[in-house]
């Protein structure tokens, strides 16, 4: 997954990159240098930033634009990838828009090398996971799963009771999942539990260790592991950022 380019060359695809990218307002698209500074970006990132034109964004950080907690697990990713090489495809996560509304999301990092073949960048997407549109019907079987997951997300439940409940093989099922929601069915069950996680967060006052134990969660640690996975901060510091 890692390409490697005569760095004209690179400009020029991320410049058609930028310009594509700007007509999908459910997609963050961005460039960074391997000072995790952002050289290309797209409309929708400015929005994100909160700012109206890209030269208000170009040459800056995250740190510039976002919650410390967040723009530091942004940077950690960064680092990750500069250093490592490696890319990053469909993180599940949780952001935080610029209204306070939080929302899901598949994030992918890609390293850029340099003609000399050293990393040099990264080339990032972040996808808006919404629901699915209301015009398309979802399939009666995968509805009732669904509907099970969404009454049940508390107690153990796997990706075979969810495709049993749907009459599907597990195959099928997760073909299905994917195609509808774009995230597999144990992405899927993370999401419920950690969505409903995040909205207790915000609106209660109950201790995160119950929380946890409410939404699904057994192991307090594996829940605190999940959810700063899934959101590059805290519980506790999600709390606050999100009051």
């Not at 996808?127 to 209301?134: C, K, V």
């Not at 969505?195 to 409410?214: F, G, N, S, Y």
Request: net charge positive; glycine share 6%.
């Amino acid at each position: 997954m890692t390409r490697t380019v005569d760095p004209l060359v690179a400009l020029a695809d991320t410049g058609i990159a930028e310009a594509l990218f700007d007509l999908v307002p459910d997609v963050v698209f961005f460039v960074k240098d391997g000072a995790g500074r952002y050289i290309r970006v797209n409309h929708t990132l400015v929005a994100r930033c909160g700012r109206k034109a890209k030269a208000e964004v170009i040459g800056q950080a995250g740190s510039a634009f976002f919650p410390a907690e967040l723009a530091e697990a942004y940077a950690a990713q960064d680092r990750q990838v500069l250093s490592t090489g490696r890319p990053i495809l469909e993180k599940l996560e949780l952001h935080m828009y610029p209204d306070r509304r939080p929302g899901w999301c598949l994030t992918s990092k890609l390293p850029l090398r340099n003609a000399a073949g050293r990393v040099c960048a990264l080339a990032g997407l972040s996808r808006d996971l919404a629901a699915p549109d209301e015009r398309r019907e979802i399939p009666a079987e995968l509805a009732e799963a669904i509907h099970f997951l969404q009454e049940n997300f508390a107690q153990p439940i796997s990706t075979a009771q969810l495709a049993a409940k749907a009459a599907l093989s597990a195959e099928r099922f997760s073909r299905l999942v994917k195609r509808i929601f774009h995230l597999t069915p144990g992405q899927l069950i993370i999401q419920t539990r950690l969505q409903e996680a995040t909205r207790r967060l915000r609106e209660t006052d109950a201790r995160v260790a119950d929380i946890a134990l409410a939404c699904g969660f057994y192991d307090h640690s594996a829940f605190a592991r999940q959810f700063k996975a899934a959101t590059g901060v805290t519980a506790l510091a999600y709390r606050r950022s999100g009051r």
